[in-house]
T-cell receptor, first 113, second 114 residues
Framework: DQQVKQNSPSLSVQEGRISILNCDYT??????FLWYKKYPAEGPTFLIS?????DKNEDGRFTVFLNKSAKHLSLHIVPSQPGDSAVYFC????????????FGQGTTLQVKP | GAVVSQHPSRVICKSGTSVKIECRSL??????MFWYRQFPKQSLMLMAT?????????EQGVEKDKFLINHASLTLSTLTVTSAHPEDSSFYIC??????????FGSGTQLSVL
């Protein structure tokens, strides 16, 4: 049972435009959500996170939105840059557990110059 | 920032042999480390939680006798894939809970079993 889903395996956007990556989850016990960026044969790099008590968190070009009623979160990157091209993973954490993350399948973002 | 070092980055071995992967937290102590596995174009799946000084906690479906985890110090956890077979070929990643309760990931180990 996939508790965290990223239904779009890939996304292509033009440089300077907005990239929107989506993530859905099923378990109401998740209290924290994270986005990671990953290159092939490397470990994930933390990007941004959001607590379940918030609906928005912004850090520079990255903004994460959380819609608890819809069990949906999204990562917005604006403006997108070619260096943003990578695989993006959404992850969710269970309440009270700092380390056990449930990852989505990932979305490959390609930003074209 | 906090650094997690994972070694080796790549290993090729013959079927039936054992392979040890090390995960070190370089500038912080980690009482808990986590081991993940990623098959090509799939999600990262948690295999086990490594606890310093005690037995690891394995996720459902992960064979504890095949994937031996040792967390003998606050900065080192090891994963040993015993009697490796081609189906064990995967990308293994460790992570450690560090400053600010953030998770820091190692760079991963690509295991190829021939």
């Amino acid at each position: 049972d996939q508790q965290v889903k990223q239904n779009s395996p890939s996304l292509s956007v033009q440089e300077g435009r907005i990239s929107i990556l989506n993530c859905d989850y099923t378990n109401s016990m998740f209290d924290y959500f994270l986005w990671y960026k990953k290159y092939p044969a490397e470990g994930p790099t933390f990007l941004i996170s959001i607590s379940s008590i918030k609906d928005k968190n912004e850090d520079g070009r990255f903004t994460v939105f959380l819609n608890k009623s819809a069990k949906h979160l999204s990562l917005h990157i604006v403006p997108s840059q070619p260096g943003d091209s990578a695989v993006y993973f959404c992850a969710a954490r269970f309440s009270g557990n700092t380390g056990k993350l449930i990852f989505g399948q990932g979305t490959t973002l390609q930003v074209k110059p | 920032g906090a650094v997690v070092s994972q070694h080796p980055s790549r290993v090729i071995c013959k079927s039936g042999t054992s392979v040890k992967i090390e995960c070190r937290s370089l500038d912080f102590q980690a009482t808990t480390m986590f081991w993940y596995r990623q098959f090509p174009k799939q999600s990262l799946m948690l295999m086990a939680t490594s606890n310093e000084g005690s037995k690891a906690t394995y996720e459902q479906g992960v064979e504890k006798d095949k994937f031996l985890i040792n967390h003998a110090s606050l900065t080192l956890s090891t994963l040993t894939v015993t009697s490796a077979h081609p189906e064990d070929s995967s990308f293994y990643i460790c992570s450690a809970s560090g400053p600010g309760k953030k998770l820091f990931f190692g760079s991963g180990t690509q295991l190829s079993v021939l």
